[in-house]
């Protein structure tokens, strides 16, 4: 296989931007941007998302059972490059972030326009990224797009134009 | 949950479109238009597809162990649609259009700017649609875009102000 014409391949590709959220049974709250992320289901609603197997956000949903998936919005790569670093919390705030705990416990941004909350159904440990498969349970619109959902979704390719996740 | 709030918090997520296509064993091709696709691992390269589980394709997928995914280009919402419709080989040509077989046997659309073949490793069959993950095995780059690879594909957008496949 040629490095490059994979590389070109899966970087064609496109990708929203979202924070992934856990809080684990010790209480431990991990928050993380990720990008690789579908549906794949409506009955029940599935999502799948690939997440970095020594990360702690993966240790604190697989503890916890449950996470939510935080749509970030046009504008908000700021919040976006934030998540990129470890979880920190302080003054009550997620890596600055002001936050709430939904349904499920999971962490939730006050700022993101959108989020499910998900229980873990099933993870498959294959590769350095392990996917994680989420039944969505709980769903949240802080604010309703007005035109196409997918509009309104902060891409990839919006954090700048080398910046990539994949390939 | 709120079935609105769901709609709109999945619709959120941005995808591109692509032809899956797959020969089973006694040689019946199937290929389809999907969008329920993302990596999920680098080592080794792993992609996951949501195919519906009742379709032609996943059954050729199933049988064969290998598919093709057929990265879609700007301008192709034509090819798109005809890949709506069932598969139909006729004049050596698959609902019209050119392909080859790939090194694994499934089918690469001739105009497709890229294309990824892939061996499935794992099936997890949950839901109306099944989660397929492929080990990406061969990469093919017909034309490599000029700019970021993301912004050379056809997107769900582009396929109409009222399509999607979400929710």
């Known amino acids: 296989m040629d490095a490059d014409a994979k590389k070109i391949a899966l970087r064609m590709i496109p990708y929203g931007?979202?924070?992934l959220a856990g809080r684990g049974p010790d209480g431990?709250?991990?928050?993380?941007t990720v990008n690789w992320v579908t549906q794949t289901a409506f009955a029940p609603p599935l999502v799948v998302v690939g997440v970095k197997a020594d990360s702690q956000s993966y240790r604190a949903i697989q503890s916890a059972g449950v996470f939510a998936l935080n749509m970030l919005?046009?504008?908000q790569e700021g919040l976006a490059f934030d998540f990129?670093?470890?979880t920190q919390l302080e003054g009550g705030k997620l890596n600055g972030e002001p936050f709430h705990a939904g349904t499920t416990g999971a962490p939730i941004l006050d700022?993101?326009?959108a989020c499910i909350e998900c229980k873990v159904v099933e993870?498959?440990?294959r590769g350095d990224h392990h996917i994680?498969?989420?039944?969505?349970v709980e769903a949240h619109v802080a604010k309703a797009p007005p035109g196409r959902p997918d509009d309104a979704t902060l891409e990839m390719r919006e954090l700048g134009p080398k910046v990539f996740y994949g390939g």
């Open 17 to 19: 931007i979202y924070v």
């Open 28 to 32: 431990t709250i991990a928050a993380a």
């Open 73 to 75: 919005g046009k504008g």
């Open 84 to 86: 990129f670093k470890p």
């Open 111 to 113: 700022n993101a326009p």
């Open 123 to 125: 993870v498959v440990a």
């Open 132 to 136: 994680v498969i989420g039944e969505v």
